[in-house]
C-alpha cells in the first residue's frame, strides 16, 4: 500500500518532479488492487485508509505551508473516503468472480467523483490529472471529461492487481489463459482505449490548427504578494507593485484588458465607496480605495481584478456600529472596472471547506470554534454564473479552487462565455508543484469547453491554456512581473457547446448508479448462490 501510495503521487507534480511523471499513473494501482483481492474483509477497510491517507501525505505535502491543521484533515478525510472505497472493490472482486476488475474501474471513477461532491470535496488527486501532459488521451475530456480517462487508466491497473495476486497465490493459469478467458471486456477496454487515442489525435490536429475568431489582447500582472500578511501597509505595497507593472505594460504594449489576481486589491471597492467610513478609524483604507479609483478611471482600458465585496450584514443598523466594528459581511467576488466604476461584478460560487466556510456551526460547535480559534474567517456564498462582456468577448472567472470544478466552468461556458478567466491566488503554498497541481487541473477545463483559458495568478502559474489543453508563456513562479498573452477567441457561433458542456459530468454519474446497480445485483446473485447450495 505504501510504494503503491507513493507511486500515484508522483505521477503528478510534486516533490520528485514539478510536472510529473504521468506514465506511473499506468502502472501505480497494480499492488492496490492485488492487496484488495487478496485482503479479507476484516482488513480491505484499513488498507483503505492507508492507502488514502499516505497518499495525501505524499500528494499534498505542500499543505503544511497552507496550516498545520490541513495537512492532517485532508489526510484523513480521504482515508475515510478510500476506506469505503476499498470496502466496495472487496464487493466488487468477490461478487462477480471473472469480470470484477471491469467493475472496480467503474467504482473508482463514482469514487473519485463522489469525493469531491460533497461539502469538504478535494478535486486534487484525481488520477486523470497525472495525464494533462498526454495530450492523445485527454482529448477525450470534451465528451467524458475527466472520468472516461479515469476509467481507461484504472481498469487495466485492477485487471493485471487480480492476476498478479492470483499467480503469486499458485491459483492464476497462464497470462494468455487469464486473457482469454475475460477477452470480451479486455477487447472492450482496448476498443475504448484506440478510440480515444485516434480521437484525441484528430482533435489535437483540428484545434492547433484552427483559426480563432479573434484575438484578445489580454495583460496579466503576477504581483507575488506573500498571502500572510495584510493590514494597510500591505494593502498600499502590494496596490504600488500592481500599478507600477500594470503602467510598464500599458507603455510596452497596446492591450485590450489588464488583468490581476484574486483579492489582489484587498479593500473592499463596493463597500467604501457606497458607505461613509467618517471618524470610524477606517479613512486611510477609504483613501487607499479613492487612490484605486482614480487610478482605474485614468486607465484607457478595462482593469479585472479581485477585490472583495463588502455588503451590509444587518440592514436594520449603520455601516459603523458604536463599537467601532463594521457592520459588514463579504464575498470573495472578481469586479470588471471600467469608465471610472464597477461595470459587473462575480460572486465566488464554490468556497472552500473549512477555510472559507463552514455550513455545521449548530451541529459541530466544537469544530467550527476549532476553526475560528485558528483564524479562518468565512466568506459568503454567490449563486451566479455571471458572464462578463467588454470590447465584444464574453468571459467568466471561476476564482481560484473553483476551476477544479468541471461543473462551474460548463455552467459558465452554457450561459454564454467565450473565455475562462481564471482568478489564483496559490501563493500560501510556497511551492511549485501545488501551483502546477492546480494548473494541470484548469486544463482539463479548457479540453471539456474548447474554450481558452487565462489564469491570472499572484505567483502562478500564470499563463494561457489553449483548447487542446496546452499551457502557453507560463511566467516564472514566485516571482513579480507581467506578460501580454494573445488569447484566442472560440465564439459559440463558430464553435457550438460540446457534448460535455450540455451534459456536465454525465459519465460520473453514469458510473455512481452502475457501481450502486452492480454491487446490489452481485451481492443478490452470490446470496441465491449460497441459499441454493444451502438447501
Avoid at 485614468?298 to 436594520?316: F, R
Avoid at 471600467?338 to 459541530?364: A, C, M, N, S, W
Avoid at 467568466?396 to 467565450?418: H, K, L, Q, R
Avoid at 499563463?463 to 488569447?487: Q, R, S
Wanted: with cysteine; glycine share 6%.
Amino acid at each position: 500500500m505504501l510504494f503503491s501510495a507513493f507511486s500515484l503521487s508522483i505521477a503528478s507534480p510534486g516533490f520528485m518532479s514539478e510536472k510529473g511523471i504521468w506514465i506511473i499513473a499506468f502502472l501505480a494501482l497494480i499492488p492496490v488492487f492485488a492487496v484488495v483481492r487478496n485482503a479479507t474483509w476484516k482488513v480491505v477497510w484499513g488498507y483503505g485508509f492507508l492507502f488514502g491517507f499516505v497518499y495525501y501525505i505524499f500528494f499534498a505535502y505542500w499543505l503544511k505551508g497552507f496550516h498545520a491543521l490541513a495537512i492532517l484533515l485532508i489526510p484523513i478525510i480521504n482515508g475515510l473516503e478510500t476506506m469505503l472505497l476499498f470496502l466496495a472493490l472487496k464487493g466488487a472482486d468477490t461478487f462477480f468472480r471473472r469480470h470484477g476488475w471491469f467493475v472496480q474501474g467503474i467504482i473508482w471513477v463514482a469514487y473519485e467523483y463522489l469525493s469531491e461532491s460533497w461539502f469538504a470535496g478535494f478535486p486534487y488527486g484525481n488520477i486523470a490529472y497525472a495525464f494533462y501532459r498526454a495530450p492523445l488521451l485527454t482529448q477525450i475530456a470534451d465528451v467524458t471529461g475527466i472520468w472516461g480517462i479515469a476509467f481507461l487508466a484504472v481498469v487495466p491497473q485492477a485487471f493485471l492487481g487480480r492476476y498478479l495476486i492470483d499467480y503469486i497465490n499458485m491459483k492464476a493459469p497462464s497470462f494468455l489463459s487469464y486473457l482469454r478467458k475475460n477477452a470480451v471486456l479486455a477487447a472492450v477496454w482496448a476498443a475504448l482505449m484506440l478510440i480515444t487515442l485516434a480521437y484525441g489525435a484528430i482533435k489535437v490536429s483540428e484545434w492547433r490548427n484552427k483559426e480563432p475568431d479573434r484575438v484578445w489582447d489580454v495583460v496579466a500582472v503576477q504581483h507575488n504578494h506573500d498571502s500572510w500578511q495584510g493590514g494597510y501597509m500591505t494593502y498600499l505595497h502590494n496596490f504600488n507593485n500592481l500599478r507600477r507593472l500594470t503602467l510598464e505594460a500599458l507603455a510596452a504594449t497596446d492591450p485590450d484588458i489588464v488583468i490581476w489576481s484574486e483579492t489582489a486589491f484587498v479593500p473592499s471597492v463596493a463597500w467604501h465607496t457606497k458607505y461613509s467610513v467618517a471618524g470610524s478609524g477606517y479613512e486611510t483604507t477609504a483613501r487607499l480605495v479613492d487612490e484605486f479609483v482614480a487610478f482605474g478611471s485614468n486607465l484607457e482600458v478595462p482593469l479585472v481584478t479581485g477585490n472583495p465585496e463588502g455588503v451590509i450584514k444587518d440592514p436594520s443598523l449603520p455601516p459603523i456600529l458604536e463599537d467601532g466594528s463594521t457592520n459588514r459581511t463579504d464575498y470573495n467576488t472578481v469586479i470588471l472596472f471600467d469608465d471610472g466604476e464597477i461595470k459587473e461584478t462575480y460572486r465566488k460560487q464554490h468556497l472552500v471547506p473549512f477555510t472559507e466556510y463552514f455550513p455545521y456551526e449548530k451541529e459541530l460547535p466544537w469544530l467550527y470554534n476549532l476553526l475560528l480559534a485558528n483564524d479562518y474567517n468565512w466568506w459568503e456564498q454567490g449563486d451566479e454564473p455571471v458572464v462578463f462582456e467588454t470590447d465584444g468577448v464574453k468571459f467568466s472567472t471561476p476564482i481560484c479552487f473553483e476551476d477544479t470544478f468541471a461543473d462551474i466552468s460548463a455552467d459558465f461556458v452554457a450561459n454564454g462565455a467565450d473565455v475562462i478567466l481564471n482568478m489564483s491566488n496559490d501563493n500560501w503554498s510556497k511551492r511549485v508543484p501545488a501551483e502546477m497541481q492546480h494548473a494541470a487541473m484548469a486544463s482539463f477545463r479548457s479540453i471539456e469547453t474548447r474554450k481558452s483559458t487565462i489564469r491570472g495568478t499572484n505567483s502562478g502559474i500564470t499563463c494561457l491554456i489553449t483548447p487542446d489543453g496546452t499551457m502557453h508563456d507560463e511566467m516564472t513562479p514566485f516571482a513579480m512581473g507581467w506578460k501580454l498573452y494573445n488569447v484566442p477567441v472560440y465564439t459559440h457561433e463558430s464553435n457550438p457547446d460540446t457534448f460535455f458542456v450540455q451534459h456536465p459530468n454525465l459519465f460520473a454519474h453514469i458510473a455512481v448508479y452502475a457501481s450502486a446497480a452492480l454491487l446490489v445485483l452481485g451481492a443478490v446473485i452470490r446470496l441465491a448462490e449460497k441459499m441454493r447450495k444451502s438447501k
